[in-house]
Nanobody, 115 residues
Framework: QVQLVESGGGLVQPGGSLRLSCAASGFTFSSRTMNWYRQAPGKERELVAFITSNGASTNYADSVKGRFTISRDNAKNTVYLQMNNLKPEDTAVYYC????????WGQGTQVTVSS
């Protein structure tokens, strides 16, 4: 069955960096666009970034452009989110998502940006 397992979250000071990972299994990873979403307390879940199956195309929310980078390693069935210059407003649970006939979500990883 499809599994998406996020890791790499934690507590970081403003201006710091984190790299999130999402390990995928149960499907042909190299054929699917992968997405990172986040949900802050009291807010709706929002798309942060996505990357196409071969990594040739990426797209970002305006709020993270220039600070976050999505990448993937199809040999490792893993998608990454490098987050630099983190701000308190980046505090959220971060999820990876894949769509194939329906949505599949990981369990999420908490990112807290605070001094």
């Amino acid at each position: 069955q499809v599994q998406l397992v996020e890791s790499g979250g934690g507590l970081v000071q403003p201006g710091g960096s984190l790299r999130l990972s999402c390990a995928a299994s149960g499907f042909t990873f190299s054929s699917r666009t992968m997405n990172w979403y986040r949900q802050a307390p009291g807010k709706e879940r929002e798309l942060v970034a996505f990357i196409t199956s071969n990594g040739a195309s990426t797209n970002y929310a305006d709020s993270v452009k220039g600070r976050f980078t999505i990448s993937r390693d199809n040999a490792k069935n893993t998608v990454y989110l490098q987050m630099n210059n983190l701000k308190p407003e980046d505090t959220a649970v971060y999820y990876c998502k894949m769509w194939y006939l329906k949505e599949y979500w990981g369990q999420g990883t908490q990112v807290t940006v605070s001094s």
